[in-house]
């Protein structure tokens, strides 16, 4: 009886063996909840959602564009998307001498990044840095991830795909190459550059004599590794070029496009960050780590393909089966597969679709903000005690009944109550539960509007739906049992007696298990942080290439402090 009591929620919770597609069901839903829901297992609180689902990657990337947080954790991008850089943008270019650039080169976003390049003919002479602003909007594909990371384990797929028409991991510092390819294959596209991430943001601009403003500045050198001011000259490079170690250019960290894994560690003279000479770029792509992320670059969301849309791309669903996020890549992808994607790249960047006008990143992060804190002050108050008598228990469980409360509160329908003759059933539940899922989609899915979503809306829409009722599932489950257990014994009183000491206890357990089944399955970013949070003196730093520091694991590297100014006390 006592699994009873609980909902039989946890224990028996059903898996769909089928693959859950990725095109948006238009459902008409009717204005008013169907408090009978006679929907079969839609709304059922035990039926969780198929293990090959990607709807929750497909909501977690596109909340994480042109974010430097999450794209360095999951450097292994999965999106195409159309943008603009809009007129007015102003961006750099490092160089050994004053000349525009007459081949595609590589832009940074910010000057930090970009001076790290910027060289000078003779020790002595400064080093050149083009400023360039752009005159009419620059059209551009971001592919998301750090695609500028030159790593044989993932992060270039998505761009190789256009540029050899295949993934080819052997490949992963022929940047020269690449760029190349990418502008050729761009040539007979509405297309300028591409926009990629490593330590900051960067563009890889195809033409320099069209829609960009090109004027040289002579710059002071800083000394570099004792060499004197900027060290020797060198051939051109940008932000993201080859720049291969030479006998000819200034001594690099070794190794440092040649690693395929984070395993360089991180040069801090006198624990200050500002020390190595990527310091700079590691500091300005830190601005740009949460959301909005990088304005500059302006994505059309309405453009977007994903290489999580199984109905796309079915052959990456077994290649991806098992396997934790951070492992995700496109080796694998089937011919077919890979010429169906570059088609629909190639058909979406010449069209001007204005879609539904529906404000998707906002609505996305709506989302995370009304759910993130309170699901991760649950898992704290589950996990910062270690109650040791009943009374302990009790008030725990109460705790975390009422956080589960506030996030429930407005989808209780006044006629949800649960039936004393049926204690193990939680059908009386699911309205309340569908009312919560939909809440933010039904609207859209009831409405003309559907009318007017296009595939990459729809996509979205799907990834929204089933976060959103992956949510409400166990939220809802959770809620319920601590209905069943006693916890609001206004709302309801269990018909039977039970020991309270081993209630609570499995109660708890199961909330635990459950709370950190949802988080990780969602795995937001915002949850991804330095704990205890670091300093005004340091910065929370996530390794990223080429560098890592403070990490145990460098196939899955973790955030930690760095020191970003030398100590004002002189301590290390």
Same mark, same amino acid.
């Given at each position: 009886?006592?699994?009873e009591i609980?909902?039989?929620?946890?224990?028996?919770?059903?898996l769909?063996?089928?693959?859950?597609?990725?095109?948006?069901?238009?459902?008409?839903?009717?204005?008013?909840?169907?408090?009978?829901?006679?929907?079969?297992?839609?709304?059922?609180?035990?039926?969780?959602?198929?293990?090959?689902? @990607?709807?929750?990657?497909?909501?977690?990337?596109?909340?994480?564009?042109?974010?430097?947080w999450?794209?360095?954790r999951? &450097?292994?991008?999965?999106?195409?998307?159309?943008?603009?850089?809009?007129a007015g943008?102003?961006?750099?270019?490092g160089?050994?001498d004053?000349?525009?650039? #007459?081949?595609?080169?590589?832009?940074? @976003?910010?000057?930090?990044?970009?001076?790290? /390049?910027?060289? $000078?003919?003779?020790a002595?002479?400064?080093?050149?840095?083009?400023?360039?602003?752009?005159?009419?909007?620059?059209?551009?594909?971001?592919?998301d991830?750090?695609?500028?990371?030159?790593? &044989?384990?993932?992060s270039m797929?998505?761009?190789?795909?256009?540029?050899?028409?295949?993934?080819?991991p052997?490949k992963?510092?022929?940047?020269?190459?690449?760029?190349?390819?990418?502008?050729?294959?761009?040539?007979?596209l509405?297309?300028?550059?591409?926009?990629?991430?490593?330590m900051?943001?960067?563009?890889?601009?195809?033409?320099f004599?069209?829609?960009?403003?090109?004027?040289?500045?002579?710059?002071?050198?800083?000394?570099?590794?004792?060499? *004197?001011?900027?060290?020797?000259?060198r051939?051109?490079?940008?932000?993201g070029?080859?720049h291969?170690?030479?006998?000819k250019?200034?001594?690099?960290?070794?190794?440092?496009?040649?690693?395929?894994?984070?395993?360089?560690?991180?040069n801090?003279?006198?624990?200050?960050?500002?020390?190595? $000479?990527?310091? $700079?770029?590691?500091?300005?792509?830190?601005?740009h780590?949460?959301?909005?992320?990088?304005?500059?670059i302006?994505?059309?969301?309405?453009?977007?393909?994903?290489?999580?849309?199984?109905?796309?791309v079915?052959?990456?669903?077994?290649?991806?089966? *098992? %396997?934790?996020?951070?492992?995700? &890549? !496109?080796l $694998?992808?089937s011919?077919?597969?890979?010429?169906?994607?570059?088609? %629909?790249?190639?058909?979406?960047?010449?069209?001007?679709? !204005?879609?539904?006008?529906?404000?998707?990143?906002?609505?996305?992060?709506?989302?995370?903000?009304?759910y993130?804190?309170? !699901?991760?002050? +649950?898992?704290y108050?589950?996990?910062?005690?270690?109650?040791?008598?009943?009374?302990?228990?009790?008030? !725990?469980?109460?705790?975390?009944?009422?956080?589960? #409360?506030?996030?429930?509160?407005?989808?209780?329908?006044?006629?949800?109550?649960?039936?004393p003759?049926?204690?193990?059933s @939680?059908?009386?539940?699911?309205?309340?539960?569908?009312?919560?899922?939909?809440?933010?989609?039904?609207?859209?899915?009831t409405?003309?509007l559907?009318?007017?979503?296009?595939?990459?809306?729809?996509?979205?829409?799907? *990834?929204?739906?089933?976060?959103?009722?992956?949510?409400?599932r166990?939220? @809802?489950?959770?809620w319920?049992?601590? +209905?069943?257990? *006693?916890?609001?014994?206004?709302?309801?009183?269990?018909?039977?007696?039970?020991?309270d000491?081993?209630?609570?206890?499995?109660?708890?357990q199961?909330?635990?298990? &459950?709370?950190?089944g949802?988080?990780?399955?969602?795995?937001?970013?915002?949850?991804?942080?330095?704990?205890?949070?670091?300093? /005004?003196?340091?910065?929370?730093?996530?390794?990223?290439?080429?560098f890592i520091?403070?990490s145990?694991?460098?196939?899955?590297?973790?955030?930690?402090?760095?020191?970003?100014?030398?100590?004002?006390?002189?301590?290390?």
């Amino acid at each position: 009886m006592l699994k009873e009591i609980l909902g039989l929620f946890f224990t028996f919770t059903l898996l769909e063996a089928a693959q859950i597609p990725l095109e948006a069901q238009y459902h008409r839903h009717p204005t008013i909840v169907n408090l009978d829901n006679d929907s079969g297992d839609d709304w059922n609180i035990n039926v969780a959602p198929s293990q090959n689902a @990607t709807g929750h990657l497909v909501f977690e990337t596109v909340n994480s564009f042109l974010q430097h947080w999450p794209n360095t954790r999951y &450097r292994n991008g999965h999106s195409v998307v159309p943008g603009l850089i809009p007129a007015g943008t102003v961006l750099y270019h490092g160089r050994g001498d004053a000349n525009t650039p #007459i081949v595609p080169e590589w832009l940074a @976003t910010d000057p930090e990044h970009s001076y790290h /390049f910027c060289r $000078g003919q003779t020790a002595d002479s400064g080093c050149w840095q083009l400023v360039i602003t752009v005159l009419r909007p620059l059209k551009v594909l971001y592919f998301d991830g750090s695609a500028a990371a030159k790593m &044989r384990d993932g992060s270039m797929d998505s761009q190789d795909i256009l540029a050899y028409g295949k993934v080819v991991p052997e490949k992963f510092f022929s940047e020269r190459e690449r760029i190349r390819n990418l502008c050729e294959w761009a040539r007979n596209l509405d297309v300028d550059g591409f926009v990629r991430m490593e330590m900051d943001f960067e563009i890889m601009l195809c033409d320099f004599s069209q829609g960009v403003f090109v004027e040289p500045f002579n710059l002071r050198a800083r000394p570099r590794n004792g060499r *004197g001011p900027g060290g020797p000259g060198r051939p051109p490079g940008g932000p993201g070029g080859p720049h291969r170690p030479s006998d000819k250019t200034f001594p690099l960290p070794s190794n440092l496009h040649y690693e395929n894994s984070y395993t360089q560690s991180l040069n801090v003279n006198s624990s200050a960050l500002p020390s190595s $000479g990527l310091d $700079g770029a590691i500091y300005s792509g830190s601005w740009h780590r949460y959301y909005p992320g990088d304005t500059r670059i302006q994505l059309d969301l309405t453009r977007l393909v994903s290489f999580y849309d199984t109905e796309l791309v079915p052959s990456l669903v077994t290649e991806r089966y *098992g %396997k934790e996020r951070i492992k995700h &890549r !496109l080796l $694998g992808i089937s011919s077919e597969d890979l010429q169906t994607v570059v088609r %629909k790249i190639e058909e979406l960047t010449a069209v001007s679709d !204005l879609g539904s006008g529906i404000d998707w990143a906002t609505l996305l992060r709506l989302i995370v903000k009304r759910y993130s804190e309170r !699901l991760e002050m +649950v898992q704290y108050i589950l996990n910062s005690s270690n109650p040791n008598s009943v009374s302990e228990n009790k008030a !725990l469980a109460e705790n975390v009944q009422i956080n589960l #409360i506030a996030m429930l509160q407005p989808y209780m329908l006044y006629i949800i109550k649960p039936s004393p003759d049926l204690p193990a059933s @939680t059908k009386w539940v699911s309205p309340m539960y569908e009312l919560c899922a939909t809440t933010y989609t039904k609207y859209i899915v009831t409405s003309s509007l559907h009318l007017r979503l296009t595939g990459s809306e729809s996509l979205i829409l799907n *990834g929204i739906q089933e976060t959103t009722k992956e949510i409400c599932r166990v939220v @809802t489950g959770m809620w319920v049992d601590g +209905v069943m257990a *006693g916890l609001e014994p206004d709302f309801y009183q269990p018909s039977e007696e039970v020991d309270d000491a081993v209630h609570l206890e499995l109660l708890i357990q199961s909330w635990k298990e &459950r709370i950190f089944g949802l988080m990780k399955w969602l795995d937001w970013s915002v949850w991804l942080k330095c704990r205890p949070a670091c300093g /005004f003196e340091e910065m929370c730093y996530l390794p990223t290439w080429p560098f890592i520091r403070g990490s145990d694991d460098s196939d899955d590297p973790q955030p930690s402090c760095v020191r970003r100014m030398a100590s004002l006390d002189g301590q290390n």
